[in-house]
């Protein structure tokens, strides 16, 4: 059975447009998928602490070593990377604020990003260990930034994706959304269009 993980990490809770044309393709990969589970994340609703001195403690303490502290921390990281491995396709909402994304999808990225369990480094250098995944990436932008110098969300979410083994990544931009109606029109279209070729 095929499994849809959908990772919601707008900073609002109503009225973001990632989260609704996130909902949008998934429903369209749910259809092509007939019988597909779907697993919704909210980051928002859901937060991760950012990291710090006692979630990288717990990170790096071997198991056996850990405090009860240490062990639930690890265990919260180890529950977010066995759901991300049991997906087949990965939904990721990602807004774009202040040029990158949002603090709540950052701190996801960081829970996940476990050195000798979703990545490891060889001889050759890093290795992703999360393999086999397509994943779609719906990305809200009050403004143009697709293809200049300003998008430096899409080589971060390409680059961290690829590092721990994600490299099937499609993206779907809404992009103009706060420059105007015609706009905001336009960029929702661009968006619904690339999600029904999707």
Do not use: C
Request: zero cysteines; proline letters at 5%.
């Amino acid at each position: 059975m095929t499994t849809i993980l959908q990772l919601n990490s707008a900073a609002r809770s109503q009225g973001a447009n990632s989260t609704l044309l996130s909902n949008e393709l998934t429903t369209k990969l749910q259809q092509a998928n007939p019988g597909a589970k779907v697993v919704v994340r909210d980051l928002l609703a859901d937060p991760l602490p950012h990291l710090d001195e006692s979630v990288l403690g717990a990170f790096f303490t071997p198991a056996d070593d850990r405090t009860p502290e240490q062990a639930a921390i690890a265990a919260r990281s180890d529950a977010l990377i066995a759901e991300l491995q049991a997906a087949d396709m990965i939904v990721i909402g990602a807004p774009m604020y202040n040029f990158g994304v949002s603090s709540q999808l950052k701190a996801y990225f960081d829970w996940v990003a476990r050195a000798g369990v979703t990545f490891r480094y060889t001889a050759n250098g890093p290795e992703g260990l999360v393999k086999g995944k397509k994943a779609f990436v719906v990305s809200a932008r009050g403004g143009k930034h697709a293809g200049t110098p300003n998008d430096t969300q899409t080589p971060f979410l390409k680059t961290f994706l690829a590092f721990i083994g994600i490299t099937d990544v499609n993206f779907i931009f809404a992009e103009g959304l706060n420059m105007g109606p015609d706009a905001a029109s336009a960029g929702m279209a661009n968006a619904r269009e690339a999600i029904a070729a999707a």
